[in-house]
């Protein structure tokens, strides 16, 4: 079993580690788990002497009884002492670690994002700029961003752990927690609470950006989205094949970012659905049916007769149009 585990352990995602912490939170967090480890390591190291010694030096030579040591004063004291200091060792800097990473609302003061868990996407909105986006979470690198966290449907859990732990996210309630990123990067986050046939690949991107550069992508979002959304409703007389499929097809959803993830900047990301390699193929056969990608998707699927393959071909080149960068 040990080497089992072993093995296992060099098993994972580059950038999906809680042992490789890229932020200030995940830097406090190592920290515990490195002092409960020289914890149980010393413990373990401990018994197994005692363990080694006893059954080396009172192993049975003759029909001789050792002496017993029930109700040893020494042996009493040692054992309740020794168990109580440790428990303070790690009492301590749990309790300042809990505090520390309880300074939400300290953060939000500087930068505050809402989170919303969705079956199976993740929605991240921008309040005081006015920005709605989908499985991208961007953030500015160096600064503690407070989060606010609630669910729309089942309890879900938002983890990054290159950059925290995980916070649980549930209908009806909110929580809250602050992100950190050291340097700019893209990081792995994952749906940490069982919440369906697709929980595995619920997945989003926290992207760390300069501040500059921060600002000029909430910017350019800003812009993006008020010309996909309103412009379009407002005069859809001269749109491309591309531009009335999606505004039939998709808008209504897609648009406000509230119903399925924002499309403002789908031509930049990396990835579709969250985990598939974002390329034509794979776009094609999400549309035409998403349940066969992530079980449990809410989007409905597209028929021919409801999406024509020339009408697939324009909307996809419009979706891929879709950048800011």
């Known amino acids: 079993m040990m080497m089992f585990a072993v093995l296992l352990s060099g098993c994972g995602q580059e950038g999906l580690s809680a042992l490789k912490p890229m ?32 059954l080396m030096k009172f192993r049975r030579k003759d029909e001789s009884i050792p002496k017993q040591v029930e109700g040893s004063s020494t042996l009493e004291m040692i054992w309740t002492v020794v168990p109580i200091i ?21 953060a939000k003061k500087e930068e505050e994002i809402n989170v919303t868990a969705n079956l199976y996407w993740w929605e991240f909105e921008y309040p005081e700029a006015g920005v709605v ?5 961007v953030i500015p690198v160096g600064k503690r961003v407070g989060i606010n966290l609630t669910s729309k449907d089942v309890i879900h859990s938002f983890w990054v752990p290159a950059l925290s732990g995980k916070t649980d996210t549930n209908p009806g309630l909110d929580n809250e927690m602050w992100l950190h990123a050291n340097e700019p990067g893209t990081y792995y986050g994952k749906c940490a ?28 979002m800003k812009a993006k989205q008020d010309d996909n959304g309103e412009n379009l409703v407002a005069d859809n007389t001269n749109l491309t094949t591309g531009e009335q499929v999606y505004v039939e097809s998709c808008l209504s959803c897609h648009g406000g970012g509230k119903v399925a993830p924002s499309l403002t900047n789908f031509g930049d990301r990396e990835w579709l659905a969250g985990y598939l390699e974002n390329n034509e193929d794979n776009l094609k056969e999400w549309i035409r049916d998403p349940q066969e990608k992530k079980q449990g998707a809410l989007m409905p699927g597209f028929n021919e007769g409801q999406i024509s393959n020339e009408e697939l071909d324009a909307l996809v080149d419009f979706l891929y149009e879709q950048k800011i960068d």
């Open 23 to 54: 932020g200030e939170g995940a830097e406090l967090q190592l920290r515990i788990i490195l002092i409960s480890l020289a914890i149980m390591l010393f413990v373990l190291i401990i018994v197994s002497v005692i363990y080694v010694y006893v």
């Open 86 to 106: 440790l428990l303070i060792i790690l009492a301590v800097p749990t309790i300042t670690t809990t505090v520390e990473l309880a300074k939400a609302k300290e």
């Open 133 to 137: 986006t989908g499985q991208e979470l």
């Open 193 to 220: 609470e069982l919440c369906g046939p697709s929980h595995a690949l619920m997945d989003f991107k926290v992207i760390a950006l300069e501040q500059e550069e921060y600002d000029q992508w909430l910017a350019d």
